[in-house]
């Protein structure tokens, strides 16, 4: 009798063992559903043929001190890209030629080790007005390709830095776009197949800085344009996908074109920032037009009705790095072309170090060029 009342105690031990382990996974699974429920509230689903991705990223809806949020939102485009599309001539490439680099990275000519020297002059707001002659401009602010036709005129400092560029960033609807050309480029010591060590996952850190810190909207497009027919054709390629979103979101008044630089092994493209190493930023210009022989070119089939929009952004973006963070900005990079700054008056294509820098270093970068951003164009 006594062996029969423990073995019933045992029984009935066991099966409250059973019922609470059985219980508590039951709440864990209705946690997880709960989460992913309210996550599907906010997700947006489009309809169409296999394409790219972009993410969305939201702010709260304004209060004292909200930190923003993100989501990811699926968008599948038309495959367009799916044919391969020829290198043209147009771009700098020729005809049939898939290896030929057009609108792709700079490089900046003769440069064997950038050294950035803490007596040089350094242009900021305060004292650009006193650079008055080109040679002046070329030594201190701008890097101009031999094949691009710039004039003093163009490059007019009174008119540039006083152009009006502030915007009202802060609604829920995005403001800003931030786009790679060329998502393939990655870093010094990116692991193969993580988007988090290419451009790409830099894009995202820059996104998501913008969101948190500064409760910008973002759009964060992750479209691979450089993968199809490879880098020559990538600006073609990518116009149809970026002028999507852009009518999908009209608010968006900040284009950003994120690259970074190749260079050659001995580059290394570095400045130390409170202590951080952080990748060296390089802003860049196309005139949309050739210099043949000294003579302007006009290249007809690549307007762009922004021209000194953009040319008045990345300066004062210059000035503003070079007062926060001397030394981190090179040279403004100045190349005939159009690339993908014809979408918006504010638009930007950004040079964030270069293949011979870490990834990290990379990162490291993202919240100062956040914090220029944000001083530049923000109203508040």
């Known amino acids: 009798m006594i062996i029969k009342t423990v073995k019933l ?27 992913k429920m309210d996550a599907d509230k906010h997700k947006k689903q489009f309809v169409g043929a296999e394409g790219y991705t972009y993410v969305l990223y939201e702010t709260k809806p304004r209060k004292k001190a909200d930190d923003g949020f993100f989501k ?6 038309e495959d367009i890209v799916s044919r391969v599309l020829p290198n043209t001539e147009k771009h700098g ?14 490089k900046v000519p003769e440069v064997i080790n950038e050294v950035v020297l803490e007596e040089q002059f350094i242009p900021t707001f305060q004292n650009v007005r006193s650079l008055t002659t080109m040679q002046d401009l070329i030594k201190n602010i701008y890097t101009i390709d031999r094949a691009a036709y710039v004039t003093i005129n163009d490059l007019d400092i009174d008119t540039l830095v006083g152009m009006n560029l502030k915007a009202d960033l802060h609604s829920k609807q995005p403001k800003v776009l931030i786009f790679h050309t060329h998502s393939q480029e990655t870093f010094k010591d990116s692991r193969e197949g993580v988007e988090d060590d290419t451009i790409v996952g830099i894009g995202r850190t820059l996104s998501e800085i913008l969101v948190n810190e500064y409760n910008i909207s973002v759009v964060h497009d992750k479209g691979q344009y450089d993968v199809v027919n490879g880098r020559g054709a990538s600006y073609e390629v990518m116009e149809p996908y970026v002028r999507k979103i852009l009518e999908k979101y009209p608010s968006i008044e900040v284009c950003i074109d994120l690259h970074r630089d190749g260079v050659g092994d001995d580059v290394h493209l570095v400045k130390e920032v409170d202590g951080a190493p952080c990748a060296r930023i390089m802003y860049f210009n196309g005139m949309t037009r050739l210099n043949k022989d000294g003579a302007p070119e006009p290249l007809t089939d690549l307007q762009n009705p922004y021209l000194r929009d953009n040319l008045a952004l990345s300066l004062q973006m210059q000035l503003k790095t070079n007062e926060l963070y001397p030394g981190l900005a090179r040279k403004i990079y100045i190349k005939p072309y159009r690339y993908s700054l014809h979408f918006r008056p504010k638009s930007l294509l950004i040079e964030v170090g270069a293949n011979t820098n870490t990834v990290q270093e990379e990162r490291n970068t993202m919240p100062l060029l956040a914090k220029v951003l944000h001083d530049v164009l923000d109203t508040e």
């Open 9 to 35: 105690k045992n029984i009935i031990y066991y099966a409250l063992c059973a019922v609470i382990i059985v219980l508590f996974v039951y709440l864990l699974f209705l946690v997880f559903l709960g989460g």
């Open 93 to 106: 490439g020729k005809e049939g030629d898939d290896k030929v680099v057009a609108e792709t990275e700079p």
């Open 72 to 77: 990811s939102v699926s968008i599948k485009f």
